[in-house]
């Protein structure tokens, strides 16, 4: 017999196996998500505990030592196969990802599920009182928990390394260090270049009252003109805007909305649809197995941040859209001009908030949550004296010191529904990828500029369907970059389309 006819019926049950452990994995993501939109408070207990079984469950069933066996009779089917191949790539990825669970106990995960629901139910007490106390010893805990989860992986360089793998695998607490120093150097001159300028043009229109109601209308017919697919999709309140998918047919994303702060629903939107995107453009041919997925996070990132400021934030854009906006805001934005909102949208400023941080001062705001956690985890740094050393880090790097904890250590939700350890390092490494992706993008299509400034992005989602959103998890993040753009993650094209972009704007 052919290789192929030994092994197709091995293939066909590990992809029904995958496809049940999807559908509780879908099912835990749901309880999220209504967690996180519309669950009254007093569900919160039975919800962790929840949760914690359809982990346990779903980790309990990837982790059968029939899982191994199929795997390793489908080794001779994945070696004749070219690499690329979808039943190679499956083979492969579903390896990667089960030999790193079966290290993982499946009480365990279920121990960390139940903690983070109850974490995180403690910070959405704790932001608004700006009361650290109340999730310290949660988060010590959290603390606790990561370092029990990195040492099921020895021989790491960092104790950080298989944290980090989770979310950007093949990333290395080490190569990060070197990237995010060398990317340091380059932007805190600019920074400082333009913070001591003096502040241009007003911005002070983007803070009047702008109705809930009319905001969220004008963002949803946005990014359906953008290409994001209602049939497949919602968009929900939230109090950290996310976005999630429960099968290559349901794909949703979340926002808040400041009626005194227009950028805050219309941008958070973009960029959530930009994750979106990319998780509806995913081969339905994947649908159920593990292949269904970003990569990593930092190319997931790379979409959000590419839609959200790329094309979001540029001014071809707005030569379109901005009348859409004037016409749906009449009162409060009638008398201000296109290059008026296109600069206050840019503008730089030392500020306090990660998720309102300008393009040229965004990575600062990582880096410094990503020397934390680091520091957490090697010990150098207690729970304790995190508020005090975020302060003095934020004086350090950006000269301004919050004034509470609530738009200080309580301000991202990452690390009180998740680990700490890999939570953040995709940012960067996000903006880096969308700066070389887009780059290549316009030396394929130079026309993607003029079509932005005509009102649709079809080219360009075409390209990113076919080049990135199309392989869902088949490749690697390095592979991925180097298979679009030719070369490996730098920080060049980055550099150049901020000193472009904001040297026009601030003349530097």
Not at 119 to 136: G, H, K, T
């Amino acid at each position: 017999m052919q290789t192929t006819e030994k092994t197709e019926p091995k293939l066909s049950e590990l992809k029904t196996r995958l496809s049940e452990i999807n559908d509780i994995e879908a099912a835990a993501s749901l309880l999220y998500w209504d967690q996180a939109t519309y669950m009254p408070p007093g569900g919160a207990a039975a919800r962790g505990r929840q949760l914690a079984t359809l982990q346990q469950i779903s980790h309990s069933k990837f982790t059968e030592p029939l899982i191994g066996q199929l795997l390793e009779d489908l080794r001779p089917l994945e070696e004749s196969l070219p690499y690329d191949s979808d039943e190679a790539s499956l083979i492969r990825i579903t390896r990667i990802k089960y030999e790193t669970a079966v290290r993982v106990p499946a009480e365990f995960m279920a121990k960390f599920s139940m903690h983070r629901t109850q974490s995180y139910e403690a910070w959405a007490m704790a932001r608004p009182r700006n009361d650290f106390a109340l999730v310290q010893p949660h988060l010590e805990k959290t603390l606790d928990l990561s370092r029990e989860l990195a040492n099921f992986f020895p021989g790491y360089e960092h104790i950080a390394d298989p944290l980090i793998d989770f979310a950007d695998y093949g990333m290395k607490a080490s190569f990060l260090r070197s990237l995010f120093a060398e990317l340091r150097q380059e932007l805190v001159p600019i920074v400082e270049a333009i913070t001591s300028q003096k502040p241009f043009d007003d911005d002070s229109f983007l803070y009047q009252f702008y109705p809930e109601a009319q905001q969220l209308e004008f963002s949803l017919k946005l990014i359906e003109q953008l290409g994001y697919d209602f049939h497949r999709g919602r968009q929900d309140k939230t109090h950290h805007p996310f976005m999630t998918n429960f099968s290559i047919g349901d794909v949703r994303i979340t926002t808040r909305v400041y009626e005194n702060d227009l950028s805050q629903a219309l941008f958070s939107t973009i960029h959530e649809m930009g994750h979106a995107l990319y998780e509806q453009g995913i081969n339905r041919n994947y649908e159920g197995t593990l292949l269904a997925a970003g990569t990593s996070s930092g190319v997931h990132e790379s979409q959000s941040r590419l839609w959200e400021n790329m094309v979001g934030r540029s001014l071809g854009f707005w030569k379109f859209f901005y009348s859409q906006l004037q016409s749906t805001f009449p009162k409060q934005l009638g008398d201000v001009s296109l290059n008026t909102l296109y600069r206050a949208i840019n503008k730089v400023g030392k500020s306090l908030i990660r998720t309102d941080a300008d393009e040229v001062t965004y990575n600062l705001h990582v880096m410094i949550r990503f020397d934390l956690e680091l520091q957490m985890l090697e010990g150098s740094l207690d729970v304790k004296d995190l508020p005090e050393a975020w302060n003095e880090r934020y004086r350090s790097d950006l000269g301004i010191v919050p004034e509470s904890d609530t738009d200080g250590v309580l301000q991202d939700v990452h690390w009180y529904t998740g680990q700490i350890g890999g939570m953040f390092q995709g940012y960067t490494l996000g903006n880096l990828m969308s700066a070389q992706f887009f780059e290549a993008a316009l030396q394929s299509h130079s026309e993607i500029l003029t079509e932005i400034e005509q009102g649709h992005c079809i080219t360009l989602h075409n390209w990113l369907k076919d080049k990135i959103y199309q392989h869902g998890c088949k490749y690697t993040a390095t592979e991925l970059i180097r298979g679009v753009t030719g070369a490996n993650l730098r920080i060049e094209p980055f550099i150049r389309y901020i000193r472009q972009k904001y040297g026009q704007l601030y003349t530097l």
